[in-house]
């Protein structure tokens, strides 16, 4: 797959552009009206048609280069997976209200292998909670959220052929894995948006400043990756074949809140096929500890994700 870097910088100058000719316009009207204010205009139309021209040269450098290095695009992939059984692999920290319920739902769904419960240093009973719901419990000291994923991949990697990661504070339905299963005969990796309104309860963590960030970085990150349709970057539950799955996992590096966003552009990178399909999202059970509820942990989250998908 292509990876169209040129075109991510091109169509960020040409929103900055656009801002410019906004303010061009407010100037030239000011100037118009009283007089005033004429240099100002000037210096905003020389910006927003040189800031303009050097994205659309980008942009148009990216539709062009392809043409001449004759970079291939993927092909369709159609590769059921009859027998293949699902290793479950749940993130928990301090989720003892919710962690039974969540790995009770999960280990009952169709075809599941087994579960395991990533207790990434709870303080209060998150591991026991997991335990009586009968299903596997492992710690993991490294403390954050990319941490407790990736070692919930490595652990679900040991009981299914294919691999699920999802968080375990009841938010994601265990009935919704069998429709990431029936698109996984199409993908590599399936991954869940939670940016369909029609599957949100209204109470769910999704409100309207998450939405429109997460539809803005997934947006960004298809302007890079063409091959692709992404409207979210930041959730959490998803399946992937194991055999794609040993490909990047030793390529993860990041152990905080933006680790949703690498996997999919690793993911990109290796040329694998990835295909986003709406997921139901609840109010989470127990306290937020992540970006749910705190507007300045969301934002450093998606400044973290925008320096990943315009300089990884
Ligand atoms: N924030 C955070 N979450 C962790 C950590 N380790 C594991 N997790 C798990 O990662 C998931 C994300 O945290 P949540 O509190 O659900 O935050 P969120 O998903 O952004 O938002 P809500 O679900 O609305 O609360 C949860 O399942 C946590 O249990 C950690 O160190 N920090
Ligand atoms: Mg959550």
Redesign the pocket.
């Known amino acids: 797959m292509r990876d169209n870097k040129l075109s991510v910088y091109g169509v960020q100058l040409l929103a900055v552009a656009g801002l410019f000719f906004l303010l061009q316009a407010g100037a030239f009207l000011y100037a118009g009206l009283t007089g005033a204010g004429g240099p100002v205009a000037r210096f905003a139309m020389i910006c927003a048609n040189g800031v303009f021209c050097l994205g659309a040269v980008l942009v148009a450098a990216d539709f062009l280069l392809p043409l001449f290095s004759g970079a291939a695009e993927k092909s369709l992939i159609f590769s059921p997976l009859p027998e293949s059984r699902v290793g479950v692999g749940?993130?928990?920290?301090?989720?003892e209200l919710s962690i039974a319920a969540a790995a009770e739902d999960f280990a009952a769904q169709e075809r599941v292998a087994g579960v395991t419960v990533?207790d990434?240093?709870s303080s209060d009973r998150t591991s026991e909670e997991a335990a009586r719901a009968g299903v596997a419990v492992v710690r993991?000291s490294v403390?954050?959220?990319g941490?407790?994923?990736m070692r919930a991949l490595r652990e679900a990697m040991k009981t299914g052929d294919i691999v699920c990661l999802v968080?375990?504070?009841c938010?994601f339905s265990g009935h919704d894995l069998k429709k990431m299963l029936a698109y996984i005969e199409n993908a590599d990796m399936v991954v869940g948006t939670r940016t369909t309104r029609e599957l949100n309860t209204p109470d769910?963590?999704l409100n309207t400043s998450i939405r429109w960030g997460n539809v803005l970085m997934a947006k960004l990150l298809q302007v890079r990756f063409h091959a692709v349709r992404l409207t979210d970057v930041?959730c959490?539950f998803r399946v992937i074949r194991r055999a794609a799955l040993e490909k990047i996992i030793d390529q993860l590096r990041v152990t905080g809140?933006h680790f949703s966003c690498e996997m999919i552009l690793v993911a990109l990178e290796n040329n694998l096929m990835v295909i986003e399909i709406p997921v139901t999202l609840k109010?989470?059970v127990g306290?937020?500890?992540?970006?749910?509820?705190n507007f300045f942990k969301a934002a450093a989250t998606a400044i973290d994700m925008w320096k990943l998908i315009m300089f990884r």
Do not use: L
Request: include cysteine; charged fraction near 25%.
């Open positions: 749940m993130t928990a920290y301090n989720d990533v990434n240093n993991e403390q954050g959220y941490a407790c994923c968080e375990g504070d938010t769910s963590q930041g959490t809140n109010k989470r306290e937020s500890k992540g970006v749910g509820n």
